[in-house]
């Protein structure tokens, strides 16, 4: 059995808008209100996709999880009828959330390698912390078991009890000589306390590794910088990403940066560390670019690439940085720009539009992986169905649920998931 790294990318959903719904998330709170381009920014998350089926990479889809939410609308009361105030704007919008689209928080995923019974594990995220998210993990466990459906290769496994707040793989790394070897599982939590919430709980992270049957001296439980999370960094995978021997990471992601280190170290000797100090970029500089926010991968050759959003590569910063790096002989080879301004405006970058997947491709649900040619086709449903804007003022209104509904439904009818109607 050949074990690759998969990409899934979310692909982003026909209701995608500018809500300014997560607290924390300083360029969703900043282009709050704005016309959004749920046309462009589904092109842009399939070119994405295409650059990275380009470089020879395995590429897998999700689809938009179903918007307007009916059960969340009903259970808080707001079916058929127009919000009072600002507070049910604010409640009827998160039932119309394209945020599933950042499947690095649909769920926590261990290969094969590294559990007990030698099947890739998968654990939704609860996402609790946010009224717009977490709504989204049932639906999104029906899609992981229709994709990961064969029990001989994967368990997927229902979200962690929501008193403890999970985000899934937005906030886990794993390290390993190769993606195909034992790897150290690297779970980053936060402590309450600042003006942000600090998503990640302990004890979340503690019990996805214990379901997943993971071996204690294989994982590490790591605090994130405090000053991190209250600059924005409300996911680890803002300041920090890893793959195979290589951790890339800001000197301010971590509250202990030199345990962190040595510990790693430690337990994987090959392990190559990457550090940005914060004299060439600034946490600001770092946040507001997302340049941690990047698909750090192998690419068929063996070299590893960094695909970066384009706001990286345009932060005079953050090119300095990245152009002095090229230039030594570090691990990573090649900095590939990409378009995601959508999402970018709505506080996703590159690695929050993935969940990484180390499988056999073999084993997977071939109704979600990809090739150009499916590529094509949803590109087209998509320039033919999704809204080319919205307004926020325009949530809610009738023409507008039955376009995004037939969107979805034109989906799901290319992709041939009927079971997810």
Known sequence: MALLEINFDGLVGPSHNYAGLSLGNLASANHAGQVSYPRAAALQGLAKMRHNLDLGLVQGLFAPLPRPNPGLLAALGLAGQEPADEAERRLRAAAWSASAMWTANAATVSPA????????????????TMPHRAQEWPDTVRQLRLAFGDAAHFAVHDAVPPCFGDEGAANHMRMATSHGAA????????????AFPARQHEQASRAIARVHGLDPARCLF????????AAGAFHNDVVAVA??????????????????????????????IVVVPASAVSLADAIKSYLFNAQLLTLPGGEMALVIPLEAWE??????????????????????????RQSMANGGGPACLRLRVVADPTTVDPRFLLDNGRINQLEQVVATHWPEQIDATDLGQQALTNTVIAARVALLDALDLAELH
């Not at 000197?251 to 090959?270: K, M, N, S, V, W």
């Not at 300095?320 to 990573?332: E, K, Q, R, Y």
């Open 222 to 229: 790591v605090e994130q910088a405090p000053e991190a999370i």
């Open 243 to 272: 793959n195979e021997r290589v951790l890339f990471t800001h000197e301010q992601a971590f509250a202990d940066p030199e345990g962190t280190y040595a510990a790693i170290r430690h337990r994987l000797p090959e392990a190559e």
């Open 113 to 128: 390698p590294d559990t007990a019974d030698g099947r890739c594990h998968l654990s939704a995220a609860n996402l609790v």
């Open 315 to 340: 932060t005079p910063s953050v090119r300095g940085w990245l152009d002095t790096m090229l230039a030594g002989n570090g691990p990573i080879r090649q900095v590939l720009p990409v378009d995601v």
């Open 183 to 194: 790897g150290l599982e690297i779970f980053v939590y936060g402590r309450p306390g600042g």
